[in-house]
């Protein structure tokens, strides 16, 4: 028996104004054929309809809200976009049924709006891609980045000649994703961009519609979304900048994983000054004090730059000292390197590689004792674990809310060979070593 392919949803289109609207009607529905979907030339064979406004003058916005009004009268589906999209309110007042209102150009929150009113039905005969991309990753994680650039100029970095300065993903664009990712099989979504703190800063004022609520371009609104989407939610790439003590409530709810990645890159005040970073170690060390009394299974990971240009040995034993009292949970640690391009290699002060390797030794041993002694102390608790792999012969590796996939430590399991990869279990620790945990899952 022939297998009966489903039928696209079709898509109708009012569209007003001048020609850049006719413009920017035409992208949208190219977008909605790549998408897959058909489109109606009237009201009667629609599933859902678009409006193009024009809002230029009064007489072609009373144009657009008489459109509104017949394609709502001979449909009932009506998406509202394009000019007049800036006064959402005048619109829902009058028609209190639109769908969705979305402004000029804003080409992305329409296709969102579309495929949430009229759902592309799946088929693996005539969709080359899944919904949630063409992933390099196992199925069960998802990388999401919310935004591309930076607005720091550290001396030792060319991120921002390279990506330019940040740009910011629209919050619903990006909640879109998540959904879609956890719909596809993803548990875990890791946070990623340049400066994950600073998302939001170039659209602060640009609020987006999500679920029928406003969500605010800001790490802490993004974070508590994307927290009611997925199981795990973890955070990288945090710069310690004052709000993110809002984050951390989140994570003593259980919305976001208690994680913070958080690139440190020294604490002696002299390299951080030479390295264009803010130089406050001592408020960062109240502040990790907070973060534990709030959120006390907190993991702090981190990643620091030795031998920088113009660092004396005494700036280092600050570093190792700093560590000390810190106390970091993942600690990673890198030998300065000149990049082409970059300001610290006209820095006077570059420090020999000899010194550098044995520094680099020194860092390593320091936090590997800290790490060795802080997972030791997880023996005999409980913790929550992920499944990345199940062997054939009956074990398995994961990893805990503390562990960040390819950067961090392990869960070794005995006796896993019923878990399958993505679970997310209890697990009972019964021993550690210097990076990794060792355990049984727990009956029942």
Same mark, same amino acid.
């Given at each position: ?67 509104? +009004?017949?394609? @709502? ?75 591309? +650039? ?101 994570? $003593? ?46 993991? @702090? ?68 004792? @800290?790490?060795? $002694? ?29 562990? $960040? ?11 896993? +060979? ?10 009972? @620790? ?15």
């Amino acid at each position: 028996m022939a297998t009966k392919l489903p039928e696209a949803p079709r898509v109708g289109m009012v569209s007003l104004g001048c020609p850049k609207n006719l413009v920017d009607s035409e992208r949208i529905l190219t977008k909605l054929r790549s998408d897959g979907y058909a489109m109606s030339p009237d009201y009667a064979g629609a599933d859902v309809v678009l409006v193009n406004t024009c809002g230029f003058l009064d007489s072609a916005k009373e144009e657009s809200l008489e459109a509104i +009004g017949e394609a @709502i009268a001979e449909n009932g589906r009506v998406i509202v976009t394009g000019c007049m999209g800036k006064e959402a309110e005048v619109i829902r007042q009058r028609f209190p049924n639109v769908l969705a209102v979305t402004g000029a150009h804003q080409y992305e929150e329409v296709v969102g709006a579309v495929h949430e009113a009229a759902p592309m039905p799946p088929s693996p005969f005539v969709n080359l891609v899944p919904d949630a991309g063409l992933k390099l990753t196992p199925r069960h994680y998802s990388y999401l980045k919310i935004s591309e +650039g930076c607005n720091h100029r550290c001396a030792f970095c060319i991120i921002p000649s390279l990506r330019g300065d940040l740009v910011s993903r629209r919050p619903d664009a990006i909640l879109r994703e998540a959904e879609k990712l956890v719909e596809a099989g993803t548990k875990e979504l890791l946070v990623i961009s340049q400066d994950t703190s600073a998302y939001g800063v170039d659209i602060r004022k640009e609020p987006r519609m999500w679920k029928g609520q406003e969500v605010v371009p800001h790490m802490t609104d993004l974070a508590r979304e994307l927290g009611k989407i997925a199981p795990w939610v973890r955070l990288h790439y945090v710069y310690p900048y004052p709000h993110v003590d809002h984050v951390i409530p989140l994570m $003593a709810e259980g919305l976001v994983l208690p994680y913070l990645d958080i690139p440190f890159q020294h604490a002696s005040p002299s390299v951080l000054r030479s390295m264009k970073r803010p130089a406050n170690e001592a408020k960062v060390l109240e502040r990790l004090k907070n973060w534990r009394s709030i959120a006390p299974d907190i993991t @702090i990971r981190s990643t620091f730059v030795v031998g920088f240009p113009g660092e004396t040995e005494a700036d280092f034993q600050y570093l190792l000292d700093w560590l000390d009292e810190a106390q970091l949970d993942r600690v990673g640690a890198f030998r300065f390197e000149p990049v082409e391009g970059a300001s610290a290699n006209d820095l006077p002060g570059a420090v020999p590689e000899e010194i550098k390797e044995e520094r680099y030794a020194r860092i390593m041993e320091k936090t590997a004792a @800290i790490s060795a $002694a802080k997972l030791q102390a997880k023996v005999g608790r409980t913790l929550e674990v992920i499944v990345d792999e199940v062997d054939p012969e009956g074990g398995a590796t994961g990893r805990s809310q503390a562990d $960040a996939p390819e950067i961090d430590g392990q869960v070794f399991l005995r006796d896993a +060979g019923h878990l399958k990869q993505g679970d997310i279990i209890q697990v009972e @620790i019964e021993d550690a070593d210097e990076h990794d945990l060792y355990g049984a899952p727990v009956a029942g």
